[in-house]
């Protein structure tokens, strides 16, 4: 069992609670790995994922994972949301936090799973009002830039190298 695993209190090879006997999810931690893994590059696109993993360090590989099994395996993949609607929640928690970087990525990854540019600009201004101003037209900016960005690569000018 690895330590994450350990600390965690799961099996390596079960999706069992070792210390309650619980199920906590679906499959193993590799089936939850491998549906995160499709759905962060449903979601993300298999040359963000492919990047970030090539980045990945010793110091940075047991994140890499975490974020694909849990974030992507559990949450992304659970039956209650669609993938339109997560994206939604995601843009306006990003904007609200002022999660740029982040907001940005999420912001293309919308587009890749059908949001319309529209339908962006509806999140951030109802995060405007929840959010607050400030936060929303930072996320505007960010997101203007984003969409930009998305159409230069469409139009194979991509500015960003």
Same mark, same amino acid.
């Given at each position: 069992?690895?330590?994450?695993?350990?600390?965690?209190?799961?099996?390596?090879?079960?999706?069992?609670?070792?210390?309650?006997?619980?199920?906590?999810?679906?499959?193993?931690?590799?089936?939850?790995?491998?549906?995160?893994?499709?759905?962060?590059?449903?979601?993300?696109?298999?040359?963000?994922?492919?990047?970030?993993?090539?980045?990945?360090?010793?110091?940075?590989?047991?994140?890499?994972?975490?974020?694909?099994?849990?974030?992507?395996?559990?949450?992304?993949?659970?039956?209650?949301?669609?993938?339109?609607?997560?994206?939604?929640?995601?843009?306006?928690?990003? $904007?609200?936090?002022?999660?740029?970087?982040?907001?940005?990525?999420?912001? *293309? !990854? /919308? +587009?890749?799973? #059908?949001?319309? @540019? =529209?339908?962006?600009?509806?999140?951030?201004?109802?995060?405007?009002?929840? $959010?607050?101003?400030?936060?929303?037209?930072?996320?505007?900016?960010?997101? *203007? !830039? /984003? +969409?930009?960005? #998305?159409?230069? @690569? =469409?139009?194979?000018?991509?500015?960003?190298?």
């Amino acid at each position: 069992m690895n330590a994450r695993r350990a600390a965690t209190g799961t099996g390596a090879d079960t999706n069992t609670d070792t210390s309650t006997g619980t199920d906590i999810g679906i499959g193993t931690g590799r089936d939850r790995w491998e549906a995160g893994d499709a759905t962060r590059r449903a979601v993300l696109g298999d040359e963000h994922v492919d990047r970030a993993v090539a980045e990945s360090t010793p110091f940075t590989a047991d994140f890499q994972e975490f974020i694909t099994t849990y974030a992507w395996g559990e949450i992304w993949t659970r039956p209650g949301l669609d993938r339109r609607t997560r994206s939604c929640v995601t843009l306006a928690m990003l $904007a609200a936090l002022g999660h740029e970087h982040e907001l940005g990525m999420h912001v *293309r !990854a /919308a +587009l890749r799973i #059908g949001l319309t @540019e =529209e339908e962006i600009k509806e999140v951030l201004l109802q995060t405007a009002i929840y $959010a607050g101003v400030p936060a929303a037209n930072r996320a505007f900016a960010v997101a *203007r !830039a /984003a +969409l930009e960005s #998305g159409r230069d @690569e =469409e139009d194979g000018n991509d500015r960003t190298g």
